[in-house]
């Protein structure tokens, strides 16, 4: 026997039942073996596959893994549209750290069973994938949803797991954030607490497919990815390497690019592009609202990043849902981060050009978030959880604080010469620039990869000076500051703009202007290493045809003044003094965003090429049409926030 053929005899006596005679192998013998089971003898955990069934017969694919020797643990529960396979095998390892994700080890090194899940109709799972599957009622009629399908997985699992002690917990991020509110949704007696991070709340207003009606392009990717049947799961659009902002701007509008790669059929792509407007179709798909018409019975943790680029409108949302039920203030908190989409699960050391003082991921995850599980699993002492945890940026501490927002709405107004002030401007006027849909805006600077990390994961902290000083890019500014402007909430935008158009997009930018001499570096915490940085605070766009009415588009009048009224995302921030705080305000992210035609169509899925036009946009400011953006700012003077030492939960 040569010694090639050694390891195939091997690997099929492996697989041989117990006291079984090896066939004799010749070169015709079949070369492929029924299974191989990689957890050896001297693995450190156990790892189980299971088919659990639901209450329509449908069985879910779940991978239960614990150290050896678990006993009496609690149960903490994923369930994912990502492959709970891969979930549960990152390496082809013996150690159990080692096959799980990061965030994963503090609780299996502490006895906690970790469960990971395929949702129903995606990877090993049976059933129809929905995205996002409407609770039962007027969206859904069957008699199932994600609620459900939790409820009859932890039933299972508190039946069937003899190491559990009965108890379990939900986490997640993004899609995963979706499922865990989902399993609060008349929840299993067995559910004693819940981490929803970053979650997909309401995906019109400000999650991932739209913001405030503006479609977000990457998701047409994501949709076919997920829409796929299992034998081609996470088919791409094979448009080659290239330039996005190309790409889309040579396509014309979304429908035409959808037709363009054969994706107009698509479920989910059909779903947007049929669907416009916030109508029923999404405004009853909203979590919050969900969550709003239930009582609160679970303990629960809401979690975000400050630039998420994804998902930064629904933990906040559901706070604000669920906290007015929160009669003791100890049922619900929620968390900000300085960290981006889904980036509390891993390092939280920096974020593009912006460093920290130390892992804040870690020290959040260690020191608040297990503490909470720990309590409420494992009957651990109260940690006294702070009802808000947020990171102040620009002076590197965490924040205690008892309720969110923290800040009173203070006025940053746009004045004349480009200035921004806190004093009310005098006399009426405008600054005009064009904006030119055939040359818009990028939001990141050319060549664009969407589908590159390094690009999409920090996009939301991109130094912004590429764009400042286009002349579609308008740009307001403070003086250098004498003293802290610290925010904590989400800022406002109250800006009066019109178009010689009908139809437009407003995109307001809150940025932190360094100085031009600043010594600041990466050892400062996390403050811009350039001299001159302009960090982006918060970023949102709002499409212009939905300024009086959400799901009723209308034609913008051209040359009247509109008073366009949105939120920013929510921040723990701190100009420092010899900052500038500057506005800049422009038409087009692209192609993050379509393009707005600035011409009124009732479909801008199906804009013609002759429909987009270059338009003339007036920033109106003081007078009656006073544009501002609204800041939460706080005082500091101790008794609007506590800073928290890093690495200590709240006393």
């Excluded at 994700?101 to 990877?123: E, H, K, S, T």
Aim: glycine share 8%; charged share 20%.
């Amino acid at each position: 026997m040569t010694m090639t053929a050694l390891p195939l005899l091997a690997l099929a006596l492996a697989t041989l039942p117990q006291g079984a005679a090896a066939a004799p192998v010749t070169p015709m013998t079949p070369d492929v073996v029924a299974s191989y089971d990689a957890v050896r003898p001297d693995a450190d955990y156990i790892k189980r596959v299971v088919m659990i069934p639901m209450r329509d017969g449908v069985k879910l694919y779940t991978v239960i893994v614990m150290r050896k020797g678990t006993a009496n643990g609690p149960i903490l529960l994923s369930r994912t549209p990502y492959d709970a396979k891969g979930s549960t095998e990152r390496t082809a390892s013996q150690k159990i750290t080692e096959i799980l994700p990061a965030m994963d080890a503090d609780f299996v090194n502490d006895g906690y069973i970790r469960v990971y899940q395929d949702i129903r109709g995606l990877y090993h799972s049976e059933g129809q994938f929905v995205m996002t599957r409407p609770i039962i009622g007027p969206l859904n009629h069957t008699k199932v949803d994600e609620s459900t399908d939790a409820y009859d997985t932890i039933d299972w699992l508190v039946k069937h797991v003899p190491e559990s002690n009965g108890k379990v917990g939900v986490v997640g991020s993004s899609y995963l954030g979706f499922t865990t509110l989902m399993a609060e949704i008349n929840p299993h007696p067995a559910l004693k607490a819940a981490v929803p991070q970053s979650p997909m709340v309401d995906t019109w207003i400000g999650d991932d497919d739209f913001h405030n009606g503006a479609f977000r392009v990457p998701s047409l990717d994501y949709f076919l990815g997920q829409s796929t049947d299992k034998a081609n799961a996470g088919a791409k659009i094979a448009r080659g390497a290239g330039d996005d902002y190309a790409t889309y701007l040579a396509a014309g509008s979304v429908g035409d690019f959808a037709r363009q790669w054969g994706i107009e059929n698509v479920p989910s792509v059909r779903k947007v592009m049929e669907n416009p407007a916030y109508t029923d179709f999404w405004s009853l798909q909203a979590v919050d609202k969900w969550m709003a018409a239930r009582p609160l019975t679970v303990p629960t943790m809401l979690v975000v990043g400050q630039w998420d680029q994804e998902d930064s409108y629904g933990a906040p949302a559901v706070y604000r849902a669920l906290e007015p039920k929160d009669k003791n203030n100890d049922m619900v908190s929620l968390v900000i981060g300085p960290w981006r989409h889904s980036g509390v699960n891993h390092y939280g050391y920096d974020l593009g050009a912006l460093t920290f003082t130390g892992d804040t991921a870690e020290e959040f995850r260690a020191h608040t978030m297990k503490p909470f599980f720990d309590h409420w699993l494992k009957g651990a002492p109260d940690p006294h959880t702070p009802p808000v945890l947020t990171y102040a940026t620009g002076v590197n501490h965490w924040d205690v604080s008892p309720k969110w927002p923290m800040g009173t709405p203070t006025p940053l107004y746009l004045d004349a010469g480009l200035r921004a002030g806190f004093a009310a401007p005098g006399a009426e006027g405008h600054d005009e620039y064009v904006a030119d849909p055939s040359k818009p805006v990028p939001f990141l600077p050319r060549p664009v990869d969407m589908a590159a990390g390094s690009q999409w994961k920090t996009w939301l902290v991109h130094d912004q000076r590429f764009v400042d000083g286009r002349p579609d890019v308008i740009s307001y500014r403070t003086g250098a500051l004498d003293k802290p402007v610290h925010i904590m909430g989400a800022p406002q935008v109250d800006l009066f703009a019109a178009t010689s158009g009908t139809d437009s997009d407003w995109v307001v930018k809150l940025i932190d202007v360094a100085p031009d001499s600043t010594p600041e570096g990466p050892d400062q915490g996390s403050k811009p290493a350039n001299p001159g940085y302009e960090l982006p605070i918060g970023i949102e766009i709002f499409r212009g045809r939905y300024v009086h009415s959400l799901s009723q588009p209308a034609a913008l009048t051209p040359g009247q003044p509109e008073n366009y009224r949105f939120a920013l995302p929510n921040v723990d921030h701190v100009f420092l003094p010899g900052h500038r705080i500057m506005v800049q305000i422009q038409s087009s992210l692209f192609p993050l965003y379509d393009r707005n035609p600035q011409t009124y169509v009732d479909n801008i899925f199906n804009a013609k090429p002759q429909d987009y036009r270059a338009a003339t946009q007036s920033i109106y400011h003081g007078g009656a049409h006073a544009s501002a953006i609204l800041l939460p700012i706080v005082a500091d003077t101790g008794s609007a926030s506590v800073p928290a030492p890093l690495g200590v939960s709240a006393p």
